[in-house]
DNA sequence: GCCGTTTTCGGCCCGACTGTTTTCAGTCG
């Protein structure tokens, strides 16, 4: 329901902004946005505490609630009916066009009827937009070329697969001799799971060259904008660059605003204001005087709280915990003690090499354990191990880790599986086995799509198995590719509490399941969390970085994750 | 339309760039 409304609100919004209505429609956004994030259905609300409750939402007065509660008994807003009605356009689609605004689609809509995607395109073919006043030739070609690039892509990349691409950049430019500094910024520096474009943040006093450079680099295939201190590209790759260029002194202040997110930079300036302040990517100023610019932490620590840490810049209460000075202390890559996931291919012969490629790995990562967990034997195809091959590796390792002590290597090997959760809820190999092994994976790999209630149940049996302890990928999604696993989230968290089940944070850039969200929801149910690669092969236990980012975006802090403990505590957490 | 230990009325975050304009509106982040 909250998101329904979000969505009708958020459109009311565009329909004002049309209109030329002032300071409403941000009114309508903020209503929508913080229904968006509400933990609570406004239904529920509603029918507990009445409109008196439903006002008490941030963002929402009286009229807001009282939409909401027309919306709720007839599932209708006859206000947004009406501003459809007057101007019946598919905002959806028509605000996916870069370069157009409710402004723009009103123009269109009112002089040449166009209400959808195809019939701009239609119209923008034929030029019959560059004549309209206040368009021209440029915007025409532009709505072309923008609606070829929303036919070719969803508009968002992987975090996975636009971070190494863009560390490429950067080093080019931090190779450039006008060049002081270089930090990522945007949703990338914010480590979001999907990046729509990437922003590159540079310290230098030639601007220009800086800018000429970075729009004539290879795979450059289009320069939306170039300016003085900002540039705009399209890569080969199909995703966009925006570097911003400014002087040294206002590299903090400049790092602050690029980061956002937007919705965590509109409080930030509110409290600057607060205190007679202004915040912009140029500094903290009390009147024409600048009080603080050149990072990060002077301009939160002006603003009268803690710094706050990038990945939890969303606006999801990280400033008022700050202003209280009760941050969390985010875990760090460094924090982590080891991997226990990671895949060895066993039944192919080759699990013994790959198991010393990983310990090889291990070391440079500084790790105290890794723990080798296999499919079982349900996986067949994903070399699953049956219960005798399973006991083979079992023995493998433990020579192994004898061998280890002997030549004073400090790492220790754990034997583990991820067995297969059946369709019941019960294992496709023996508790017998599993009861031998240091710790037990188990996960849904099969019937991804079962009912909400079907599928709660079978988790559910998983983890009342005393074998079991740690749940992996918990939803199952394969970002943009495969929807998430249908159960009751809240009923699961309860269950893991209760039998001490830990769940992956899955650091897999296609996967990261838990996702940051459900993270929080974890760590604020008391469930232990561990983060795992699921490495099929050595290389991948680099992807670890992935999994905390999305760690810290949830919260998550050294004492809710597992295996940022020492081997001796970590073994008091599994069953 | 919302909000308030400066206010129940009068404010609402800020700036760059583009493309259209002859000084600025619209869009974006």
């Known amino acids: 329901m909250n998101q329904k409304l979000s969505q009708i609100f958020r459109n009311m919004a565009f329909f004002l902004k049309m209109e030329g209505v002032a300071f409403k429609p941000q009114?309508?956004?903020?209503?929508?946005?913080?229904?968006?994030?509400?933990?609570?259905?406004?239904?529920?609300?509603?029918?507990?505490?009445?409109?008196?409750l439903l006002e008490k939402i941030p963002g929402i007065g009286k009229s807001m609630a009282t939409r909401i509660v027309e919306y709720l008994k007839t599932e209708k807003i006859k206000e947004y009916e009406k501003l459809k009605k007057k101007t019946p356009v598919n905002l959806d689609e028509l605000l996916g066009v870069e370069g157009l605004g409710p402004k723009k689609i009103g123009i269109l809509y009112k002089t040449l009827g166009i209400k959808n995607l195809k019939e701009l395109e239609n119209a923008a073919k034929n030029h019959k937009i560059a004549s309209l006043s206040g368009f021209g030739e440029k915007t025409e070609q532009n709505i072309l070329q923008a609606i070829e690039f929303r036919k070719k892509s969803k508009g968002r990349f992987l975090l996975g697969e636009i971070l190494p691409k863009i560390s490429v950049i950067m080093a080019k430019l931090a190779?450039?001799?006008?060049?002081?500094?270089?930090?990522?910024?945007?949703?990338?520096?914010?480590?979001?799971?999907?990046?729509?474009?990437?922003?590159?943040?540079?310290?230098?006093?030639?601007?220009?060259?800086?800018?000429?450079?970075?729009?004539?680099?290879?795979?450059?295939?289009?320069?939306?904008?170039?300016?003085?201190?900002?540039?705009?590209?399209?890569?080969?790759?199909?995703?966009?660059?925006d570097l911003r260029v400014l002087a040294k002194e206002s590299f903090g202040s400049a790092l602050q605003y690029f980061t956002g997110s937007k919705e965590h930079n509109i409080v930030l300036r509110k409290i600057a204001i607060e205190k007679g302040y202004k915040l912009s990517e140029y500094g903290l100023f009390k009147g024409s005087k600048k009080i603080a610019g050149e990072s990060e932490k002077e301009i939160y620590k002006k603003l009268g709280m803690d710094y706050i840490e990038p990945e939890l810049r969303e606006n999801q209460g990280e400033i008022n915990v700050a202003i209280k000075r009760k941050s969390p202390k985010l875990i760090g890559l460094k924090d982590i003690k080891g991997d226990l996931h990671l895949h060895s291919h066993w039944n192919d012969g080759i699990g013994p090499q790959m198991i010393e490629q990983y310990i090889g790995e291990a070391k440079k990562c500084g790790y105290e354990y890794i723990g080798i967990s296999d499919h079982t034997k349900f996986l067949a195809i994903e070399h699953g191990l049956d219960e005798k091959q399973l006991m083979e590796q079992r023995k493998y390792i433990d020579k192994f880790n004898k061998k280890l002590k002997i030549v004073n290597c400090k790492l220790k090997i754990l034997c583990g599986c991820e067995a297969n959760i059946m369709a019941d809820g019960s294992m496709d190999i023996s508790d017998k086995a599993l009861a031998k092994l240091d710790y037990v994976i188990a996960g849904v790999h099969s019937q991804l799509k079962m009912n909400k209630n079907e599928m709660t149940k079978r988790i559910i049996k998983a983890m009342r198995n005393p074998n079991i302890d740690i749940i992996s990928h918990p939803f199952g999604r394969i970002l943009q590719r495969r929807e998430e696993c249908e159960f009751d989230f809240d009923k699961i968290l309860k269950v893991a509490k209760e039998t001490g089940t830990i769940l992956e944070i899955n650091a897999s850039p296609y996967r990261l399941d838990l996702n940051d969200v459900n993270v929080r929801k974890a760590k604020k149910a008391g469930v232990k969390m561990i983060i795992n690669t699921d490495a099929h092969q050595k290389e991948q236990m680099n992807l670890m970085e992935y999994g905390v980012s999305q760690a810290r975006r949830g919260w998550a802090e050294k004492s809710d994750i597992v295996n940022c403990h020492s081997l001796e505590k970590l073994n008091k957490f599994f069953k």
Do not use: C, H
């Open 175 to 241: 190779d450039l001799k006008e060049v002081e500094t270089v930090s990522e910024a945007g949703s990338l520096r914010r480590r979001k799971e999907t990046i729509g474009d990437a922003d590159i943040l540079v310290i230098s006093s030639k601007p220009q060259a800086v800018i000429d450079f970075f729009v004539k680099m290879p795979g450059v295939v289009k320069i939306w904008g170039k300016g003085p201190t900002k540039a705009s590209i399209r890569l080969k790759d199909g995703f966009d660059v």
């Open 27 to 52: 009114a309508y956004e903020k209503a929508a946005e913080n229904l968006e994030t509400l933990s609570e259905d406004v239904g529920e609300i509603y029918k507990k505490g009445g409109v008196d």
